[in-house]
């Protein structure tokens, strides 16, 4: 069968990368062939995005040049990794997809969350994830806790807050293609929903 693309959304620090991580030693337990991937910066032009917008060394950058360079990365990372893994028949769980997109530069930074998401979609040859997990909690008890911050993440308390009220948009406007957890619960408690909800796509496209 088609692989099965599991993305995870949610603002800095929620515990995105240790969820996918458990996802997908479950996933290789069960037999399954897995790409454990991100975004930005899980390519070689990827990567040079991703230092370009991130490091608080470039300064200041234009909102539409910042999304831009974002999407650029998504091309390619579509290119390079996730669709060939889809077809052949892997796994594929992301951290970050579309959605940060959206709300980190289509709601944070004020420029049109449905500009910003005609943008993304383009960029992506419009590639649905069969299942995006949103990892959601109060920045306050997130992104505002790290002290090593990135520029994105150095953006203020109010960016933030549009930041999370972006990604509760996305999952409004689906809800049968999200799973909507809150970060700060119990870690086995997340791990296990998010395993549930993957078996039932798996045996879904089996049947």
């Not at 899980?42 to 999304?67: F, H, M, N, S, Y």
Request: charged share 25%; glycine share 8%; with cysteine.
């Amino acid at each position: 069968m088609r692989g099965l693309f599991v993305v995870f959304e949610g603002g800095d620090g929620v515990g995105k990368s240790t969820q996918v991580r458990h996802l997908a030693e479950w996933l290789q337990n069960e037999g399954h062939r897995v790409l454990v991937t991100h975004e930005p910066g899980d390519t070689p032009v990827g990567l040079k995005l991703r230092q370009i917008v991130l490091d608080p060394a470039t300064g200041d950058i234009d909102p539409r040049a910042e999304a831009l360079l974002l999407a650029a990365d998504k091309a390619q990372h579509l290119y390079e990794k996730v669709r060939p893994a889809l077809a052949s028949g892997v796994m594929v769980v992301c951290d970050r997809y579309v959605d940060s997109l959206i709300a980190y530069q289509g709601v944070g930074r004020q420029l049109g969350a449905q500009e910003v998401a005609d943008l993304a979609r383009w960029a992506t040859a419009d590639i649905v994830p069969d299942l995006t997990i949103l990892m959601d909690v109060e920045p306050a008890r997130a992104v505002h806790q790290k002290t090593d911050r990135d520029r994105l993440e150095d953006a203020g308390a109010e960016f933030h807050q549009r930041v999370r009220q972006g990604f509760l948009a996305c999952a409004e406007a689906a809800p049968e293609r999200y799973l909507v957890l809150h970060a700060r619960d119990k870690l086995e408690h997340n791990v296990a929903a998010v395993r549930a909800r993957v078996a039932e796509l798996i045996a879904a496209a089996r049947a």
